[in-house]
């Protein structure tokens, strides 16, 4: 199955159960950014596996610093009933999280 087809069955599955996907753009700059204080790298390469903060001075894994900022995109685009804006009072961050792709599933 080529990747459009897994978007389009995981898109029509989770509406199905009723499932919010939020998808991250294309050119989101999850890896560039930083995830404690906002700033981003645009001089950061493929090769870089550790993701270094000009402006904090925060190091941490690429991959990790990605996966909280898209987790942090969905939190910040899910809204109850009412139209509020959910957000966690904190963020439970596991060492080992990897996001795989840019998405994230949530309850509706």
């Not at 499932?19 to 906002?38: H, L, N």
Request: aromatic share 8%.
């Amino acid at each position: 199955m080529g990747f459009g087809e897994f978007v389009r069955q995981l898109i029509y599955k989770a509406k199905k159960l009723g499932v919010e996907i939020v998808q991250a753009d294309r050119f989101y700059p999850s890896s560039k950014t930083c995830c404690k204080c906002g700033f981003k790298k645009d001089n950061l390469t493929l090769s870089d596996r550790v993701f270094r903060c000009d402006n904090c001075g925060l190091e941490i894994d690429r991959d990790l610093n990605a996966a909280i900022n898209l987790e942090e995109l969905a939190v910040g685009s899910t809204v109850t009933a009412c139209g509020e804006v959910v957000r966690p009072k904190q963020l439970v961050r596991a060492a080992s999280m990897k996001q795989e792709f840019p998405f994230i599933l949530t309850n509706g």
